[in-house]
């Protein structure tokens, strides 16, 4: 308690910039998870995309493996059996009319469900390209807007910077929905838009930050430009904190309590993506983002000489990028 009192006070101040190795590697070996997870189990997609055959209808005595078997039982392959507020929605892949006739009858008879109240949607493989295809381009028409505003808003290195960081909070979001088996349905992708949003948030302010104590840097200056970047970076730590967790709280409460007790299965595919993506984006701006621009703006003849005359002198004792640490050792 002591410690997070001191933090939140503003009395630490955390070398981010000069532990850039362990964050490099956390990221590596976060990405390299997530990418192994997209290629082996690839994501789970939604009838919305690929296409096929919903039942909704309620089964208060019924069990997931309960439904799963009957299901198989009449031929279906790997059905997907959810628990909702509404009462139980299984997908399966697109049926024919015998045997989705054969389906309704069998669930009907079996759980003691009237036949009228089994609701039955059919969606084409067609009709899910498209929803796919203009997924695509939302997310596409998305990330070009942010580039744009990036390259206006900052400096080329700064709106790289914060662009990495952003494909980086998408990967790594993407790859533990494959490794969780969640399904990706249309509030899946309107969570990715979400998450994306709040990471460029985060690094904005961050970075808005380090332009403005970066700017008093000159031949004279005290500090390197990753001593400068680290103490913008302390400045704005507590309100990136609070930010994530005021936005985390509800979303946690949403995938941990209304999914386990209240049933809110249509919910979970939007609350992970939030979850998890706030999460991945406030550890990008602070971990990610500044490090690598600190590594891109200190390989210019200004800051170089700046970290040279310092270390000369025995000053800019501080945290140390990459191309400053290679300057202070030569």
């Not at 019924?62 to 078997?69: D, K, M, N, P, S």
């Not at 914060?162 to 509030?187: K, M, N, Q, R």
């Not at 984006?281 to 590594?295: D, F, K, N, R």
Request: glycine fraction near 10%.
């Amino acid at each position: 308690m002591g410690l997070a009192r001191r933090l939140y006070r503003g009395e630490i101040d955390v070398d981010f910039v000069g532990k850039w190795r362990l964050w490099y590697s956390l990221s590596g070996f976060l990405l390299v998870v997530s990418l192994a997870g997209l290629l082996i189990n690839g994501l789970n997609l939604g009838v919305e995309f690929k296409g096929g055959t919903v039942f909704s209808f309620k089964a208060p005595t019924a069990t997931i493996e309960q439904l799963r078997e009957e299901f198989s039982a009449q031929g279906v392959h790997q059905p997907i059996v959810q628990s909702t507020s509404g009462g139980w929605r299984v997908t399966t892949e697109t049926l024919q009319e015998g045997t989705l006739g054969q389906v309704q009858t069998a669930v009907a008879k079996d759980f003691n469900v009237p036949a009228s109240q089994i609701s039955v949607q059919s969606i084409g493989a067609s009709w899910g390209g498209e929803v796919s295809q203009k997924a695509w381009i939302g997310l596409g028409v998305f990330m070009l807007a942010i580039i744009l505003y990036l390259s206006m808003a900052f400096e080329p290195k700064m709106a790289l910077a914060a662009i990495v960081a952003l494909v980086h909070d998408l990967v790594i979001t993407a790859g533990i929905y494959a490794w969780s088996g969640f399904e990706v349905t249309p509030a899946t992708l309107l969570g990715f838009l979400t998450i994306l949003g709040y990471s460029l948030y985060d690094a904005v302010v961050v970075f808005d930050m380090i332009k403005e104590v970066t700017a008093k840097l000159g031949h004279t200056s005290k500090m390197t430009y990753s001593m400068a970047a680290n103490n913008a970076l302390n400045h704005t730590l507590i309100r990136s904190l609070n930010t994530s967790l005021v936005a985390i709280l509800p979303v946690a409460a949403i995938l941990f309590i209304g999914t386990t007790l209240l049933g809110a299965g249509v919910l979970k595919d939007l609350s992970l993506a939030l979850f998890v993506g706030m999460i991945v984006g406030t550890y990008s701006s602070l971990c990610v983002a500044t490090p690598l621009l600190v590594t891109l703006k200190e390989r210019e003849p200004k800051y170089q000489a700046i970290a040279k005359r310092l270390a000369s002198t025995g000053g800019g004792k501080g945290p140390k990028g990459p191309k400053s640490a290679a300057v202070a050792k030569g």
